[in-house]
């Protein structure tokens, strides 16, 4: 059996579809991470051979403000599950973000850069990181720019602006790639599958700026919004971000066979999927 911690979420429910009767989604209000005893209790009843913890405090600036939160969620939550999942001969997948990088590099990010978190987000998850490896048999998967069928995030954003203004301003300076999670829970699935340890990058292939990526979804979606590039700096957010966090994802190919799909493909997928 396959745990999923997060179900709800919008990876967590692409996981869920994806694995089918493999799979056993796990809801916050029945284990929550940050208690010990509930991961405990959970875990040792199901006793699965996997668990794939898709839970996380994503509001980066939020963040920056509840800093106790983040790090009981992203950090502690991680030690959790890493003790139990250790203890009953489990894989512990831990989903983590470029937002561990400085962004300072220039070129794609290797598993092995360094790491130098801007942010108490990407602090948080470091944290995450570090503790999911006290379980030996650990998978590190670092992605980024995520969006899906089931949750907040930029498409469905600017789909809803498009359809409010007649133009928009959007950052230019920083550049990533944009994943769609339904391909991310495929990548998984391919590291799983292939019993992968360690730490990898998974993301669609390509890059593109958030400018280059709302003009992409106005483009694709048929709208005649206008997009204005504006720095990070104009933007004004309480949390830094790093400016360039492409993730090199040449060792999910070679290790596990699985070749992401380019993040325009991708978008025209799922504006496709959310008509159906």
């Known amino acids: 059996m396959i745990v999923i911690a997060g179900a709800r979420g919008m990876l967590g429910h692409d996981l869920v579809a ?5 799979a056993r989604g796990v809801y916050h209000d029945e284990m929550e991470i940050t208690s010990p005893a509930s991961v405990a209790r959970v875990l040792q009843e199901l006793r699965p051979r996997v668990v794939i913890n898709s839970v996380a405090y994503t509001d ?3 963040c920056e403000t509840d800093q106790d939160r983040a790090f009981q969620v992203n950090g502690e939550g991680v030690l959790n599950l890493a003790r139990v999942t250790a203890e009953i001969g489990a894989k512990l997948v831990q989903i983590s973000t470029d937002y561990v990088f400085d962004g300072s590099k220039g070129t794609p990010w290797l598993e092995d850069d360094p790491v130098n978190p801007l942010s108490v987000y990407g602090r948080s998850k470091l944290a995450g990181e ?16 995520l969006y899906g069928l089931h949750g907040k995030n930029f498409v469905e954003t600017m789909l809803r602006l498009g359809q409010e203004k007649d133009q928009i301003g959007v950052v230019h300076d920083q550049i990533g790639s944009p994943t769609w999670t339904a391909d991310l829970a495929l990548a998984i699935r391919a590291l799983v599958d292939h019993d992968c340890r360690g730490t990898y990058h998974a993301a669609n292939a390509g890059s ?10 106005f483009a694709e979606a048929g709208l005649k919004t206008v ?9 004004g957010r309480p949390a830094p971000r790093p400016l360039y966090s492409v993730l090199d994802c040449g060792k999910l190919e070679r290790d596990s066979g699985f070749v992401p799909q380019g993040w325009r493909d991708a978008l025209k997928q799922y504006l496709k999927a959310r008509r159906q």
């Open 60 to 62: 980066v600036d939020g």
């Open 227 to 235: 997009v204005n590039p504006i720095t990070t700096g104009e933007l």
């Open 208 to 217: 593109c700026s958030w400018c280059d990526f709302a003009t992409a979804i």
């Open 18 to 22: 994806m694995y089918g009767s493999e």
């Open 130 to 145: 570090e503790h999911a490896r006290l379980n030996p048999d650990h998978l590190i998967i670092r992605t980024q720019w």
